[in-house]
């Protein structure tokens, strides 16, 4: 495949900064700051963008599903593989997707543990499967705490991935249910207490501030029973699906020739051996370079390194065509260009300067001769200054990150 790039950053060249110095000029002028060094991340769309974001993971909480839905589950495993079709936000049990295997029972150490959800962004990245019913309670509460009690976990014997069938019945499944752990668990809301200063803390009483009371809304098991697990089963009351870890076929794992739906899969790579990148979206790190994964092209990436300024270069990937692998190559600054800008930039400035102070004294007399100082050298020097300086300030801002985005190799 040919090195066509989709898309590269173009440094401005003489004819571009002259035309546009004068605009340029009135702009900085303005301002009265200095220009922003430092790109910033892109920041994470809200809605379906989050679901498809929270794809990555492999091994979400069960907890926020209806009973109805769980009591299926727990119904299924006993019959043998449980094959799914899971896109991140939402995970479908495919049972009429018969696979051979079994679940086998393995006794823990009892381990409890809180999760704690204040923001949408955390409902979306800690409690995927459930975000959308949630963020209605999240949003009256202010808070959405899950505690689970650990007792054992049920893990796939006699079962390969690459045994489920790609038609038929099984045409729409992602992933195995590869192990599932199992205990007690309580979901609550609100709780919590925000003072006029608007600090939070666990409610402790009366006083000036608002109180949200803690209430709960989905429970199962008793935790004081999950020590009674024997070797071959716990005990019923420390029974409850609380998590699962999922094993992606061989067609929706990271080497695989098709991933899911709408995605495109994308090499990162840094343009220099000695530097490391960061993958992005918003907040969260998808991998570090060199790393290949499938992507929405849709949604805004960023590549960051550890520089002490301007260490983000943005990831464009929305003409990226359909179904064609790409390769994401990220640049760091180019010192080089950040000091011929800065010196032109700082010449021009001086000259502009020099040029400005003459026509200021230009027409008086000399005390001496007599005669008149012209006004030339300042005509020449303010345009001519105030474009070197406009020009070099556009050079050193293409000298920050970037990333060039071409058909994988």
Not at 60 to 85: M, Q
Not at 194 to 206: E, H
Not at 298 to 315: G, H, I, K, R
Not at 333 to 348: F, K, L, P
Request: with cysteine; charged share 20%; proline share 7%.
């Amino acid at each position: 495949m040919g090195a066509r790039r989709l898309r590269r950053p173009r440094h401005a060249g003489p004819a571009a900064i002259a035309a546009g110095s004068a605009a340029l000029g009135l702009a900085i002028g303005g301002c009265g700051g200095a220009p922003s060094l430092r790109a910033e991340a892109p920041e994470v769309p809200t809605g379906s963008a989050k679901c498809k974001v929270a794809a990555s993971q492999s091994n979400p909480l069960v907890t926020e599903w209806p009973a109805s839905e769980k009591a299926n589950l727990e119904a299924r495993l006993a019959t043998g593989a449980v094959a799914v079709a899971y896109s991140g936000c939402s995970m479908r049990l495919l049972p009429e997707c018969q696979i051979k295997g079994r679940y086998a029972f393995k006794r823990t150490t009892v381990a409890t543990d809180t999760l704690e959800v204040r923001s949408e962004d955390e409902l979306w990245a800690k409690l995927p499967l459930g975000a959308a019913s949630l963020e209605g309670e999240l949003s009256r509460s202010g808070r959405i705490s899950v505690q689970t009690t650990v007792g054992g976990q049920l893990q796939l014997l006699d079962a390969r991935p690459s045994d489920v069938p790609a038609a038929g019945a099984c045409r729409d499944a992602t992933h195995v249910i590869g192990a599932l752990s199992v205990g007690a668990f309580r979901m609550r809301s609100g709780g919590t207490l925000t003072a006029s200063g608007g600090a939070s803390s666990p409610v402790v009483g009366g006083g000036a501030a608002t109180a949200s009371e803690e209430s709960v809304m989905r429970s199962a098991g008793d935790p004081a029973r999950c020590g009674e697990a024997t070797d071959a089963a716990p005990h019923v009351d420390c029974s409850s699906p609380l998590q699962l870890f999922l094993v992606p076929l061989p067609r929706t794992a990271e080497e695989s020739a098709d991933g899911p739906p709408g995605t495109v899969r994308v090499s990162f790579v840094s343009g220099d051996a000695l530097r490391e990148w960061e993958v992005r979206i918003g907040d969260k790190v998808l991998c570090k370079t060199p790393c290949k994964r499938w992507v929405d092209p849709t949604l805004p990436y960023a590549m960051e390194n550890d520089a002490w300024f301007w260490s983000t270069a943005a990831v464009d990937l929305s003409e990226a065509p359909s179904g064609r692998p790409l390769r994401a190559r990220a640049y760091g600054t180019d010192t080089t260009r950040m000091v011929v800008g800065g010196s032109v930039s700082g010449a021009g400035w001086i000259a502009f300067g020099l040029g400005l102070a003459s026509l200021l004294r230009c027409g008086e007399e000399d005390s001496i001769t007599g005669e008149k100082s012209s006004c030339t050298p300042g005509y020449i020097a303010v345009p001519v200054g105030l474009t070197a300086f406009v020009g070099g300030i556009v050079y050193l801002l293409g000298a920050g990150p970037h990333s060039e985005v071409e058909p994988a190799p």
